[in-house]
């Protein structure tokens, strides 16, 4: 009844800048903190960065003052606006929330929904 479908993936130079969509489908009546991940070949998932309801963010060290994470409420989406990349941010990204309370017939909550993940390439 819910799904986060991720988007704004693809190749670029090092140096350039992708926007990452995330965006909840469904009746969505409330998207609590959300965060992206990533995932290179070989490596663990890597915390990215977060933003609660109440749009507080945070940041892996790595990415702090390239990316920056962002929400529309009224849209149900978060974004992830990355700058100045680098081959090292190549990986497969991933949405994630903590809950999403929708309703479909009633008033469900979904907890720790992920999406299918979206693929950024940094080529040097």
């Known amino acids: 009844q819910v799904q986060l479908v991720e988007s704004g993936g693809g190749l670029v130079q090092a140096g350039g800048s992708l926007k990452l969509s995330c965006a909840a489908s469904?009746?969505?009546?409330?998207?609590?903190?959300m965060r992206w991940y990533r995932q290179a070949p070989g490596k663990q998932r890597e915390l990215v960065a977060t933003?609660?309801?109440?749009?507080?963010?945070n940041y892996a060290d790595s990415v702090k003052g390239r990316f920056t994470i962002s929400r529309d409420n009224a849209k149900n989406t978060v974004y992830l606006q990355m700058n100045s990349l680098k081959p090292e941010d190549t990986a497969l990204y991933y949405c994630?929330?903590?809950?999403?309370?929708?309703?479909?017939?009633?008033?469900?909550?979904?907890?720790?929904?992920w999406g299918q993940g979206t693929q950024v390439t940094v080529s040097s």
């Open positions: 994630n929330a903590d809950s999403i309370t929708y309703y479909s017939g009633s008033v469900y909550t979904a907890r720790d929904a």
């Open positions: 933003i609660t309801s109440g749009d507080t963010t």
């Open positions: 469904g009746r969505i009546l409330r998207l609590n903190t």
